[in-house]
């Protein structure tokens, strides 16, 4: 059996309806969410209350209160306030401090921890908190050290990873996505004020046109996600692409509307994984997959790439990124994305180092992912009722988390993306300047 | 006494005058050059012949010949020649095997070795050859063991090192470089066909408009050559400039020219080393400074510019760069530019991770810069009779091989130009896509 049987077999018998079902609790592990949940019984004392305005302190004195349990608040050192934290039990204010990059969230999840206000302005406000540079000392030891783990993607490990978040349902994403391509990485906004529809569409140009595609070239993706980004290079480039995905319900979905749009000699789409790419190709184009990938796997995917891609060829990988390396938010890699891991532009070079390619191009779209973030939000929020009837209130809870938080992280230059052209090292085949990007053939 | 005063002092009381007839001695040092130098009597055994042939195929069977100081010659495994490598006596074939790096370019400047026929063709193929993937075992190691040193450039060393390649007199570059603005760097051609002048300028416009300078501002140039750029900015855009350089001719010029074009109150010329850039400024940037520096000072550089670099404000630096870290070749950091080094991408994100910078883009410049080499060769063929009179034949030939062994390894793709565009990580001012770079305004 080949590896791309055994991971078919592994998804082999389940129920893609039973899962979407079952997603919210395979999702947010934890007792069941209790939003109406009573308050703590136990009285405030004057040491719970030194603590959370060490925690507004340790914080950088954002412009947010704290409620505890009996009702009372710590008050910001401006005075100015846009929103509070309400801690309903000493348990939460407690692992908040101990451990607040992993617990926090599942606290909010929970319902022990709430927020009044605006809760992304108010993870925005934290994060820049964060940055005017008060450190946790040994708090931010102890939080990294009980936080991180390292990440070894195997095969099997990856198909696990992608099934956990990406399978939750079609039906979800549907919600909350474009509708234009499903497409569930960051959009590209030529001009600001776009809708999300027309902003994923000019990122889907935008990247083909880094890449100057041809009709008739060979095209891999790998990580295709529902398959809408494969869907439009057939279709406007004329070109022909093999689409790889270990996400067993997104790969249905794909071949479902390959077939229905009528280009499926065109597209294929393949369940396995990018170390399995075969054959050789002119283009090979990744985006929202090396997030997933880890950085100990990069060596193999440059070597997957180099392998394959023919002379004269380009390629490009959109990541999310960072400026510095450390590892992932651990509450993110718990509980929405296991696996993951943003790669520093210095740990990205590990794929062309090994590939002997060059690197010709990179852009960073960072406040493009924040502003689709809040696009994304904004579609979550007015679909809450529908999302938690189809999951329940915890996932509901942790979603906007996720959304929001990731939002704060690329607003405030945590997080950053990347995308990078590279071709081979020794090929002068390349694209003069990158002017034809930017201006109408 | 300051470092800028030390700096000054060392230059002191040298007549630049005298220093420009006496460059070549400094420069290219060896034995007297004889072109006319006569052939060896030793007459030619089979094994001179038969690491002719091995010498050929280390190279990877480039289309090229071997002619050995009897007169005989070995010909390439194809039979295609574009010309050929004359060995005038056994020490220089012998010297050439042991390490070719480091020896051939002084037998070439010595006239112990010569080629008849295209010298810049030649050594494109033997770029190509070495590419095609014949490695040389021992060779290879024994190569690098002789030709590599650590590179520590302190403040001294990097003003000696300056003051050998850039002080051999500004009548010389001035034969050769572009008559705009003296640019000793990678132009830009936005058409491929452009005049080495106009392309100059389009490079200065360019990276004008990916720092989006606005009038009023303040910018600070590390490693400002003769000043062209500098004025440029001020001339255009309407900032106000202080240009750091340590090469004492570069800055004398700067001087004059800035006070003949009437805008000494706008762009000031400072005899500094980077690492003394004081007050803060809007704008940081650096164009071909960068491969002077040393990978050991970059986290020094990035502390520079984040301690001067104000919210808002913006930076770019160009540097030749690698995709894969080596040391420069030997024979160039030797003759031509001690202390240099063209880093890869990973190693100059120490600048950028150590001064809490993002990255925003890099676009990599590789074949403008063997364009601008081949315009550079071609003025510097049309004056050798006056290079020749100004220093001697060592330093025509030291030069020549410089110039076209330069152009062929940004050909074959083992240089790269690297164009890197940051700001510091937290800030929200960044342009909002690269639109404004191609499109007028």
Redesign the interface.
């Known amino acids: 059996m080949n590896l791309r049987e055994q991971a078919q077999n592994r998804r082999g018998e389940q129920d893609s309806q039973a899962f979407v079902h079952g997603g919210s609790k395979a999702y947010c592990a934890g007792s069941p969410v209790q939003p109406s949940r009573p308050l703590s019984s136990a009285s405030v004392n004057p040491a719970d209350r030194w603590l959370a305005k060490k925690l507004l302190q340790h914080l950088g004195h954002p412009a947010m209160r704290i409620k505890l349990w009996d009702g009372r608040t710590v008050l910001p050192e401006s005075g100015q306030s846009l929103g509070t934290v309400h801690f309903r039990d000493r348990g939460a204010l407690y692992q908040t401090l101990l451990n607040p990059e992993l617990k926090w969230g599942d606290l909010y999840s929970d319902g022990r921890v709430d927020v009044e206000g605006d809760l992304p302005g108010l993870l925005d406000e934290v994060y820049?908190g964060l940055?005017r540079g008060q450190r946790w000392g040994w708090l931010e030891w102890l939080n990294g050290a009980l936080s991180n783990r390292a990440i070894k993607n195997t095969l099997h490990r990856a198909a696990d990873n992608i099934h956990h978040h990406y399978d939750i349902g079609n039906d979800f994403y549907r919600l909350w996505l474009d509708g234009a391509a499903m497409q569930y990485t960051c959009a590209?906004?030529?001009e600001?004020g776009m809708e999300l529809e027309a902003a994923q569409v000019a990122k889907m140009r935008h990247v083909c046109r880094k890449l100057q595609l041809k009709p008739g070239e060979k095209v891999v993706e790998a990580g295709c996600g529902w398959g809408g980004f494969a869907l439009y290079m057939a279709q406007n480039y004329d070109v022909r692409v093999s689409a790889y995905n270990i996400s067993r319900e997104q790969v249905k979905y794909a071949r479902e509307r390959v077939r229905a749009e009528g280009l499926a000699d065109r597209v294929e789409y393949v369940l396995d994984d990018y170390r399995n790419v075969s054959g050789d190709f002119d283009v090979f184009v990744s985006i929202g997959m090396l997030e997933h990938v880890g950085p100990h796997h990069y060596p193999v995917l440059g070597q997957v790439i180099e392998r394959g891609l023919k002379p004269g060829g380009r390629g490009l990988i959109h990541s999310i990124g960072r400026?510095?390396q450390r590892p992932i938010n651990a509450w993110i890699e718990r509980r929405i994305f296991p696996g993951a891991y943003p790669p520093?532009?210095?740990e990205m070079?590990s794929i062309?180092?090994s590939g002997?390619?060059?690197?010709?191009?990179?852009?960073?779209l960072?406040?493009h992912y924040a502003r689709t973030l809040d696009a994304w939000l904004q579609r979550f929020e007015a679909h809450t009722d529908e999302v938690r009837a189809m999951m329940d209130e915890r996932f509901v809870r942790c979603w906007r988390l996720y959304l929001a938080g990731s939002r704060a992280a690329f607003?405030?230059?945590q997080l950053?993306l990347f995308q990078v052209l590279f071709a081979k090292?020794?090929?002068?085949a390349?694209p003069?300047?990158?002017?034809h990007?930017?201006?109408d053939a």
């Open positions: 820049r940055q590209y906004y030529p600001p400026n510095r520093t532009l210095r070079m062309f180092e002997e390619l060059s690197v010709l191009d990179v852009e960073n960072r406040l607003t405030a230059g950053q090292e020794h090929d002068n390349l003069w300047s990158r002017a990007v930017y201006t």
